[in-house]
Every structure is written in C-alpha cells, then in structure tokens.
C-alpha cells in the first residue's frame, strides 16, 4: 500500500521510501527495511512518522492586518438539521483558518455542504439555503466557494499548463510570429488536439521562438520556460502560480493525467491563485491534505494564508493533527 499517514507507517512491518525528492530529483529508494530498522533510519519521512514533534510543527503564519481586522467577525448558522444533525449551530471566526475534524462519517462534509449552500451566489441561491434556520454575520461574506477536487481534465492531451491557460497564451505567441504569418499557420496548429498532417507538423517544427519549437519548449520545466517568455509577462505569470505551489521541476508537456495525487492537488492550488483572488469569500475545502506528504503541508498552508489574507476565510475538513494544529478556529465532531 502507498500511504503518507504516519500511524499507519509506523504500523507497517516493511517500509520502502521513495524520494529524495519529486519529480525529476526523486525516484531513488531511500530506504528499504524492517520497520525496527526504519526507526533508526532518520530518513525525512521516517524522522516524521516516529517524532513526537511533528504534529507541533509551525507554520509561520502571518495574518494580514485586514485579515485580523476581519477576525473580529464571527459567522454563525443556526440550526442546522441535515443527515447526523438536530439543530446544530457552527459558528467561527471570519478571516481565519477554521478547521472541523472528527471521524469517519461524523459530519464534517454535511457542515461544508450547508455553509455552502448558505452563502452561495448565483441562479436560484435560494435553494441552496436549505438545512438551517438562520444564519448571522452574513454581512461580512459575499459569497462562498468550495474547491473542486475532481479531476483536473478528462481531455487526454491536457497539462497543468492547459488548466491554468497558460498554453492558450503561449499559442498566441507562436501564432503571432512572422514566420507563422508567412507560412499562414495559425494558433489552432499548434494545438496539441489537432490532428496536423505530416506536412504541417514539420511546418510547426520550423517555427520558433528564440529558437525553441513548440516541441522544444514541451520538453523543458518550467522553472526552465520562465525565463524563455521574458517579454510575455502574462506567460510568466501563470507559470509563476506553478512555481509557487512547487511543481518548477515538471515540464510543461508532462500530462494531468500522469501527475501523482499530490502533484493534482498543487496544481488546484495554482489555479485558486491564478484566479484573481476575492475578498471577503468563504472558501471551502474537503480534506485539503488528501495525498500530500508532511513535505507539501507547508505550502498548502501558504496558499491557504494568501486566501485569508485578503480578508477571505477558508474552512476546512481535516483530521491530519498538522493542520488541525495550525489553524486558528477548530471544531471538533
Ligand atoms: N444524502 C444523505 N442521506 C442520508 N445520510 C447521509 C447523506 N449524506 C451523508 N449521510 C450520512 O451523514 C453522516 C455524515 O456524513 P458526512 O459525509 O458529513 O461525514 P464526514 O465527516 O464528512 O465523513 P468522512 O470523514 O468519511 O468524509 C454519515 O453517517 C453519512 O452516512
Ligand atoms: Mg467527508
């Protein structure tokens, strides 16, 4: 079985860690052993799994001053009668991290679901707001978001590159080259959904960009193409998200479908920074840390800082004692 909980590894009998690193630096055993062994071993996972610190790790998180502004607000809803619950009220800070742990099947996506629904925007909100009485504090939240943790794309040929639209952009600037304008090749050729006859696939060949084709660039990191698109800054923008979320090291042709569960999870990371930010919003998500290592927690907790500091609150179901640990609000089911 392939697990990051540390209970369940220091249960295990034989442990092979991977690592050190991802993507490119990793795919090396680091260790491989009896769990006796594995307890000596002080590699970075199993230093995690067998110190007593780790739950208390800190995550430095410096609240905005508008986020501790925001603070003072408190959003309650009343009532709340839907699957376990009998007239149950939540109620926590607004401009914070708030987390609501608690076992198996105790209610933490029934509570997601209805602060959804309580502060959806859009057609027919109204019949989002049902499975509560009343609800206070509306007033210092626009609107709620809960984040997608579906597949990135069905579309085979797709790239966390494609997600954010950061290929669409870089289409544009093939397309707008002299040399496609002269051959008549548009952006749609250098799709990789088209199906381009051998013709014009060495016809797209030709072209480039600072003497990268597109073939060329897909083959790069994208820590590497950053630099390439210094006179595209929106190019450099998007990629940037990536980069933030630490995935600099993948390329830009590597495909969403063959990313690793922590990897998807990154780039739903980037694309919540991609989009421009709103204030004042709940955003929700359901089980954050699903197939992150201890590694990524830290970076998970960064983009979550970076929602709440625009005087956002995120509310989160989680039992992983890390994050319970570092958020400012916890409920507990
Ligand atoms: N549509 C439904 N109809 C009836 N019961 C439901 C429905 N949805 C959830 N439940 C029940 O309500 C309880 C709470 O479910 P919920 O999904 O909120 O738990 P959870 O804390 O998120 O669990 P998990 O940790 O497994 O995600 C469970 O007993 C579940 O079986
Ligand atoms: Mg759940």
Redesign the pocket.
């Known amino acids: 079985m392939v697990e990051h909980n540390k209970d369940i590894i220091a249960n295990a009998e034989y442990v092979v860690e991977f690592g050190p690193e991802a993507g490119r630096n990793g795919g090396k055993i680091v260790f491989q052993g009896t769990i006796e062994k594995y307890k000596k071993a002080k590699t970075p996972t199993s230093k995690y799994v067998f110190s007593e610190k780790a739950s208390e790790v800190d995550y430095e998180r410096n609240p905005s001053q508008k986020a501790k502004a925001m603070q003072k607000h408190t959003l309650e809803i009343k009532g709340i009668t839907?699957?376990?619950?009998k007239n149950f009220n939540l109620k926590f800070p607004l401009g914070s991290l708030v987390c609501?742990s608690?076992?198996?099947?105790?209610?933490?996506?029934?509570?997601?679901?209805i602060a959804y629904g309580a502060l959806f925007k859009g057609k027919d909100a109204w019949k989002h707001r049902v499975g509560f009485k009343s609800i206070e504090g509306k007033t210092h939240v626009r609107r709620s978001y809960f984040v997608d943790q579906s597949l990135l794309s069905s579309i085979p040929t797709s790239t966390p590159a494609t997600y954010l639209g950061v290929w669409e952009v870089i289409r544009d600037v093939y397309a707008s080259l002299p040399q496609s304008k002269k051959m008549k090749l548009k952006k749609s050729h250098f799709s990789f959904n088209t199906q381009n006859g051998k013709e014009s696939v060495e016809l797209i060949e030709k072209i480039r960009y600072k003497k990268l084709s597109i073939n060329d660039l897909m083959k790069m990191t994208i820590d590497e193409a950053i630099g390439v698109f210094n006179d595209f800054p929106l190019v450099q923008r998007k990629l940037g998200f990536l980069q933030e979320v630490g995935l600099g090291y993948l390329t830009l042709g590597q495909k969403s479908k063959t990313l690793s569960g922590g990897e998807a999870q990154r780039v739903r990371l980037a694309k919540i920074l991609s989009k421009k930010l709103g204030d004042r919003c709940l955003y929700i998500l359901?089980?954050p840390s699903r197939g992150l290592h201890l590694s990524d927690l830290p970076t998970l907790v960064k983009v979550m800082q970076k929602i709440i500091d625009k005087t956002n609150t995120v509310l989160i179901?989680e039992?992983r004692e890390e994050l319970i640990n570092n958020s400012d609000f916890q409920i507990k089911?």
């Open positions: 839907r699957n376990n619950f609501i608690g076992n198996i099947g105790t209610g933490k996506s029934t509570l997601l679901g359901d089980i179901a039992n089911l």
